[in-house]
């Protein structure tokens, strides 16, 4: 019989929390946390990929990138992306296994450095949205563009201006036959870390380029192209809520995707933060997805078994 498959997104918070030290002791203590959440569907035998997101190490990475600007090789944001994906997941990875061992649990993991196919027409690239690096004060953002080219525009609810670049809606994942594989035979893989590597496809042939892709919308494409049934993203919230943060908050258990779709357009999911993962659930239940639960990472073990968080479904 053939297992199901799911694959779990673990949001930003997973790895790098708010008001604490950055460290890498930190980020394994905080990985080994995210992780206890998502054992009972290794446990339940499930075929399993893992997505994360990484904003504050390509942060940290594009930082370090300006501090040694004259004395090292500049790198681009692309390379960033591409190494954090690489060192999370042998964070991942590794924390993985060692939660395991005594379990008995005898499951092969690998990550794969995993590249996003992206429209170098999309619209984004013309009026890029996606804030990333450091803040600026008018003054020195304004000798960034002139010096660099950048694009800089004010942070809500702050005078100060952040770099912005693209965030393209992902196309297709170019390993997906290679993941698709590995899950089905049973190998945990850890995948398309960070919303993946922007690449742009000519003639065949891929191309990096400087670009953001949001990690849930890839975490659906991933999901769709891998053919789970199950698609779980975890982040800061137990619930996805109407009216969130006013007096009326009401807290949702269950949508189907008609209703996902008609609080959506009504401007119910803010783009900033629970809009691509509302898209990201549509996408793959339109794709033929079976179920989506969205919740938190607090209580991860609850959501994937159905007793916390929301769940959508067609």
Same mark, same amino acid.
């Given at each position: 019989?053939?297992?199901?498959a799911a694959?779990v997104a673990l949001?930003?918070? &997973?790895?790098t929390?708010?008001?604490?030290?950055d460290?890498i002791? $930190?980020?394994?203590?905080?990985?080994?946390?995210s992780?206890s959440g998502?054992m009972h569907?290794?446990?339940?035998?499930? $075929?399993?990929?893992l997505t994360h997101g990484n904003g504050p190490? =390509?942060?940290?990475?594009v930082?370090?990138?300006?501090?040694?600007r004259?004395?090292? #090789?500049?790198? #681009?944001?692309y390379i960033?992306?591409?190494d954090?994906?690489?060192?999370?997941?042998?964070?991942?990875?590794?924390t993985?296994r060692?939660?395991?061992?005594p379990?008995?649990?005898k *499951?092969e993991? !690998? &990550?794969?450095?995993?590249? =996003?196919?992206?429209?170098?027409n999309?619209?984004?690239?013309?009026?890029?949205?996606k804030?990333i690096g450091?803040f600026y004060? #008018?003054?020195q953002?304004?000798?960034m563009?002139k010096?660099?080219?950048?694009i800089?525009? #004010?942070?809500?609810?702050?005078?100060?201006l *952040?770099?912005?670049?693209?965030?393209p809606?992902?196309?297709?994942?170019?390993e997906k036959?290679?993941?698709?594989?590995?899950?089905? &035979?049973?190998v945990?893989?850890?995948?398309?870390g960070?919303?993946g590597?922007p690449v742009i496809e000519? $003639?065949?042939a891929l191309?990096g380029?400087?670009?953001v892709i949001?990690k849930d919308r890839?975490? !659906?494409v991933? !999901? *769709?192209?891998i053919e789970a049934?199950?698609?779980v993203?975890l982040?800061g919230?137990?619930?996805?809520?109407? $009216?969130?943060s006013k007096p009326?908050?009401?807290?949702?258990?269950?949508?189907t995707?008609?209703? &996902?779709?008609?609080?959506?357009?009504a401007g119910?999911?803010?783009?900033?933060?629970?809009?691509p993962k509302?898209e990201a659930?549509i996408d793959?239940?339109k794709?033929g997805g079976? *179920?989506v639960v969205i919740?938190?990472?607090?209580?991860?073990?609850? !959501?994937?078994t159905?007793k916390?968080?929301?769940?959508i479904e067609p």
């Amino acid at each position: 019989m053939k297992k199901k498959a799911a694959v779990v997104a673990l949001g930003g918070n &997973a790895i790098t929390r708010k008001n604490q030290e950055d460290t890498i002791a $930190n980020q394994f203590i905080n990985t080994d946390i995210s992780l206890s959440g998502i054992m009972h569907l290794i446990q339940d035998g499930y $075929n399993l990929a893992l997505t994360h997101g990484n904003g504050p190490q =390509v942060g940290n990475a594009v930082l370090r990138v300006e501090l040694s600007r004259g004395k090292a #090789p500049e790198l #681009p944001i692309y390379i960033c992306g591409a190494d954090t994906q690489g060192g999370m997941g042998f964070m991942l990875a590794q924390t993985l296994r060692n939660k395991l061992l005594p379990l008995g649990i005898k *499951r092969e993991i !690998a &990550a794969v450095v995993t590249q =996003v196919v992206v429209d170098k027409n999309d619209n984004d690239f013309a009026d890029p949205t996606k804030f990333i690096g450091q803040f600026y004060e #008018p003054e020195q953002a304004a000798l960034m563009k002139k010096e660099f080219g950048w694009i800089m525009k #004010p942070f809500p609810g702050d005078n100060r201006l *952040r770099r912005v670049i693209a965030s393209p809606k992902p196309q297709y994942i170019v390993e997906k036959e290679v993941i698709k594989q590995l899950v089905h &035979a049973g190998v945990i893989v850890i995948a398309s870390g960070g919303g993946g590597i922007p690449v742009i496809e000519d $003639n065949g042939a891929l191309k990096g380029i400087d670009a953001v892709i949001d990690k849930d919308r890839a975490a !659906a494409v991933l !999901a *769709r192209d891998i053919e789970a049934e199950l698609l779980v993203i975890l982040t800061g919230v137990d619930k996805v809520s109407l $009216n969130y943060s006013k007096p009326d908050q009401k807290n949702l258990d269950h949508l189907t995707i008609a209703e &996902a779709e008609y609080f959506y357009k009504a401007g119910q999911f803010p783009p900033g933060s629970m809009g691509p993962k509302i898209e990201a659930a549509i996408d793959f239940l339109k794709s033929g997805g079976k *179920r989506v639960v969205i919740g938190s990472i607090e209580k991860a073990y609850e !959501a994937v078994t159905g007793k916390a968080g929301t769940i959508i479904e067609p």
